[in-house]
């Protein structure tokens, strides 16, 4: 399974990440209402750990299943493997890209975050499907998140790898979301945009890529 590169919402979340609600039920309402990928990103206070991080990634892989969304579980290569995840995204304090590509194997997606130019080649280089460029914007779903670059290093790497696939993150909305679209990138991955909506499916519509964005991409 490799990246698919068209306009992808890409969903990040984490069993504390829905607030008051069924972390599960949030991960359903996500994949009913249209997401592309959903990436399991299990870290924090209170993250599950052991029996209970394998019953909730097994949980949501299930879903993923259901709605033929790709499953990609953030930096636990070894729970990823484990249970055979679609794929594995890595951060740059992460073991090393070509190390993660040689134990998941050729056929699975492997995504790493990247902040410049320089790291994405890099990343290129040593097997990632994709890059997760950011933060966009500014963020709180991320407390060591770096300052906020704007979409300018989106179209910087777009200059130097037009075939890399990127995807924006970070503080990302509806409001804001067009920005990112704009800049050519192959999706863009909220966190907050989805969990905390009212309602999940028409948050999801108002960030897919404006009409004349699709037919121009």
Known sequence: MKFSTKSSIY????SKNSGVRDPLQV??????????????????DGALTGSALLEFALHCQRLCREYSVPFIINDQVELACSIGADGVHIGQD???????????????????????????????????????MGPIFGTVSKADA???????????????LPNLPIV????????NAHQVWQAGVSGIAVITAITEAADIAERIQLLQVPCKEEHRT
């Open 11 to 14: 969903f990040i979340m984490g």
């Open 168 to 175: 924006g993150i970070g503080g990302i909305t509806a409001e």
């Open 146 to 160: 770096k300052k906020p670059a704007g979409v300018k290093e989106i179209l910087a790497v777009k200059n130097e």
């Open 27 to 44: 991960v359903e309402a996500a994949l009913r209402g249209g997401i592309n990928h959903f990436q399991l990103r299990e870290k924090g």
């Open 94 to 132: 992460d073991a090393a890209t070509q190390e993660v590509r040689q134990l998941i194997g050729a056929d699975k997606i492997l995504g790493v975050s990247v902040h410049s130019v320089e790291e994405a080649k890099i990343a290129s280089r040593e097997g990632a499907d994709y890059v997760g």
